[in-house]
């Protein structure tokens, strides 16, 4: 290897014709060598045969065009050429450049901007803010960090929308988020029966009131089953006059089930309702001496304006065997007589008497008296009674 001088002449750079030659820059100066195996790394230039130097020169720092008129022929004024590219006077066109010469190792980091793009091709630009409207030029499309989403632009506005008849195939329920599908999402009297599985509406997808009388298939509900919780259905569900007495049991009814007055007589059997009321004599036997009368028995009844049934009963006897003796009875309401009986003859043995007669009073409160008298003589009676009853209806 041959080290040149400070200076360069044509002598000094070597042969042409030799298999390469190298222009590098060192601490003390520009510095040439003419030898095929390069000492240092270049880092201006490198001709890697003289042939190539009627096509092109490839600096690291650009790309200079080199006329043929320059570099052709036996004589080159060598100094010139380097000098010359090394003032960067010479420079490579596109057509000294091979088809697919270039390749991506020979192109620098970050070098290609958008603006370099021709406007057909828009490449895809990373953002972490959305541009404005202003900037969403038809065709521009951007990434946004932020969100993971492309952004496409209009001309006028920013859009992440895909055109649902740009889908193909079908959504599965991987590709929904939970809860991603409400109700306005799903048109009108689309989901059937035969989309919803069996048991998957319970109590709680159902609005109250949601459920009519008209969407009940017949017979479904029956007391029988688990439909109907216990004490839930009230009179107000009941429509009026539905239940018949086929539909009530025997003795179902209790008194506390009756509203005060609200059975009237049209609903009560004849005689059915009765105010029974009875009375025994306070001692046996009583001695009837003629000619006082006695109070035989007595009871007090509260009518309703209804026919009383008045019975009177007992057993008499002659007090003195010898001695004959007749015995009359007389039945008064208050100080009002409302029966008196015929005479009995008493006999030596007990003989029984009874007899029933009906009253109707007045509503209100009332004593019955039964009173007897002897004709001659004296008798006893025994067992004495009375019995009230008055028939409401």
């Known amino acids: 290897m041959r080290k040149p001088k400070r200076g360069v002449a044509e002598s000094d750079l070597g042969n042409p014709s030799e298999s390469g030659f ?3 820059s060192t601490k003390r100066g520009r510095r040439f060598w003419a030898d095929p195996s390069p000492r240092a790394n270049p880092s201006l230039v490198m001709i890697t045969s003289p042939s190539q130097l009627g096509h092109r020169v490839v600096t690291s720092i650009n790309i200079q065009t080199i ?3 320059q570099i052709s022929g036996s004589a080159v004024d060598w100094t010139a ?11 490579v066109g596109s057509s000294n450049i091979e088809d697919k010469a270039l390749l991506a190792k020979h192109i620098a980091d970050a070098i290609l901007t958008t603006a370099m793009f ?8 990373l953002v972490d803010t959305l541009p404005a409207n202003a900037d969403a030029t038809l065709g521009r499309v951007v990434f946004l960090t932020t969100d993971y989403k492309l952004y496409r632009g209009t001309g006028t506005a920013w859009t992440v929308v895909v055109p649902t008849t740009d889908l193909s195939g079908t959504i599965s329920t991987a590709q929904l988020a939970a809860l991603a599908v409400t109700a306005d999402k799903i048109a009108a009297n689309t989901i059937t029966a035969g989309q919803i599985a069996a048991g998957a509406i319970s109590a709680t997808e159902i609005a109250a009131g949601a459920v009519v009388a008209g969407k009940i298939a017949a017979n479904a509900i029956t007391a029988a089953g688990a439909e109907i919780a216990d004490a839930t259905i009230g009179s107000a569900k009941i429509i009026d006059a539905s239940i018949t007495s086929a539909k009530i049991g025997n003795l179902e009814v209790k008194s506390a089930n009756i509203e005060n007055l609200t059975v009237g007589t049209g609903k009560v059997a004849t005689r059915a309702i009765t105010t029974p009321v009875s009375a025994l004599g306070a001692s046996d036997p009583l001695t009837v001496t003629y000619p006082t009368q006695q109070t035989a028995v007595s009871a007090a009844i ?3 304006g209804e026919v009383v049934q008045v019975s009177v009963a007992g057993v008499y006897a002659r007090a003195v065997a010898g001695n004959p003796s007749g015995l009359t009875f007389t039945v008064k309401r208050g100080a009002t007589t409302v029966f008196t009986s015929a005479v009995l003859n008493a006999q030596a043995f007990e003989i029984g008497y009874a007899f029933n007669f009906s009253d109707t009073p007045v509503a209100g409160t ?8 002897s004709n001659q003589n004296s008798s006893y009676i025994y067992n004495r009674t009375i019995n009230l009853l008055e028939v409401m209806k």
Do not use: R
């Open 22 to 24: 190298v222009l590098a």
């Open 67 to 69: 006329s043929p008129a």
């Open 366 to 373: 009332y004593t019955y008296y039964v009173y007897v008298d």
């Open 302 to 304: 509260t009518t309703h």
């Open 118 to 125: 021709a406007a057909s091709i828009k490449p895809v630009e």
């Open 81 to 91: 050429l380097i000098n010359a590219i090394l003032n960067g006077g010479l420079q």
